[in-house]
């Protein structure tokens, strides 16, 4: 029953499972990524801000260690878009993940013309269908309760607003989701997979530090909190993380920059952008050097189900086992009812 409902997604992916793993700087790189594929699962390696000549050799060490399908993650507002484009066409990659914005279709065909099918992520139906329009061959949809940089509306409620409405290319679930149950419920209601970050964070095979993963093991949903905007002239994507020193620093840090515009001492345009760069550095100081006060614990709401380190197989075997699980329950119900 799992293998049907998720068929459209498997097929899409090319994967024995329709699970992505969410693209986290830092952590979705060679290691995670090819541990996911070779699972079954979708790796998908996180550009950020590398430069082209990184992801390329990002690429083909991935390579080296899985012959399974895995994709790359862009970020259309990097300096380099159309170089790391060429990366991914100079190496074959499948599938292409936009994030960071409406890709536009110049974008999408650049990528779609060497092969490639392309995802973007939609905040709502309304988006959803415009990235349809551009492209696009599948959507990720992804609530406020995932790690990182988060939109305003909940899994749930984006989930029922868009897979009745967008049923013309697969949609992929994201947000929250930490057990197959919740996976299942999802791909009934019509998903064609899902995604997952935050459960792969504390995987054997992910190179995050120690104090990283002892942070996400210890923390409860209730820690993973929003970022804070001071000043609505001065807009903020919410960031979610594990609540410490860094979030008590952004909130003074934004309070200074906006009194450095008020003195004249600063344009807001530069002002803006010295917010924006923020958590760039602290998310490597956190996941990378281990600094996991001064730094950016970025996870998802789902931290408080990631118990343990374990390899990424235990991981997928479990999600799997807890799906098919309840499936058989609700056979059994239905047919005693």
């Given at each position: ?144 309760e995932a790690g990182g940089h988060i939109g ?49 964070v504390c995987a054997t095979e992910s190179i ?130």
């Amino acid at each position: 029953m799992l293998d049907r409902l998720w068929e459209r997604g498997t097929d899409f992916l090319g994967t024995r499972y329709a699970i992505m793993g969410g693209a986290m700087s830092w952590v979705s790189e060679r290691n995670l990524v090819s541990a996911l594929s070779n699972a079954g699962a979708f790796g998908v390696i996180a550009n950020g801000s590398m430069p082209p000549e990184l992801l390329e050799k990002e690429i083909i060490e991935t390579k080296k260690l899985t012959d399974k399908p895995f994709g790359v993650n862009l970020i259309i507002m990097h300096p380099q878009l159309e170089q790391l484009i060429e990366v991914c066409k100079r190496q074959n990659v499948t599938h292409v993940v936009l994030a960071g914005g409406i890709p536009s279709s110049s974008t999408v065909k650049a990528i779609k013309d060497y092969g490639a099918k392309v995802m973007g992520f939609a905040p709502s139906a309304l988006i959803g269908r415009k990235l349809v329009r551009n492209g696009v061959d599948a959507l990720v949809i992804e609530g406020m309760e995932a790690g990182g940089h988060i939109g305003p509306v909940t899994t749930s409620v984006l989930a029922q607003e868009v897979l009745p409405q967008i049923t013309d290319v697969p949609v992929f679930i994201a947000g929250g989701i930490a057990r197959g149950e919740a996976m299942v419920s999802y791909l009934e209601m019509g998903a064609s997979g899902v995604q997952l970050g935050t459960r792969f964070v504390c995987a054997t095979e992910s190179i995050a530090h120690k104090n990283f993963k002892d942070t996400f093991i210890r923390s409860q949903a209730r820690d993973a909190i929003p970022s804070v905007q001071i000043d609505p002239d001065f807009p903020v994507i919410p960031v979610r993380a594990i609540a410490n020193k860094a979030t008590d620093a952004f909130a003074r840090m934004q309070r200074e920059v906006i009194e450095q515009v008020n003195k004249g001492e600063l344009d807001k345009k530069a002002a803006q952008l010295k917010i924006e760069h923020f958590w760039a550095g602290a998310l490597r100081k956190a996941v990378i050097d281990g600094d996991v006060e001064h730094g950016s614990v970025m996870a998802g709401q789902s931290v408080g189900m990631v118990t343990k380190v374990e390899p990424v197989q235990d991981i997928i075997n479990e999600l799997i086992a807890q799906g098919e699980d309840y499936l058989k329950q609700h056979r059994r119900v239905a047919c005693s009812a």
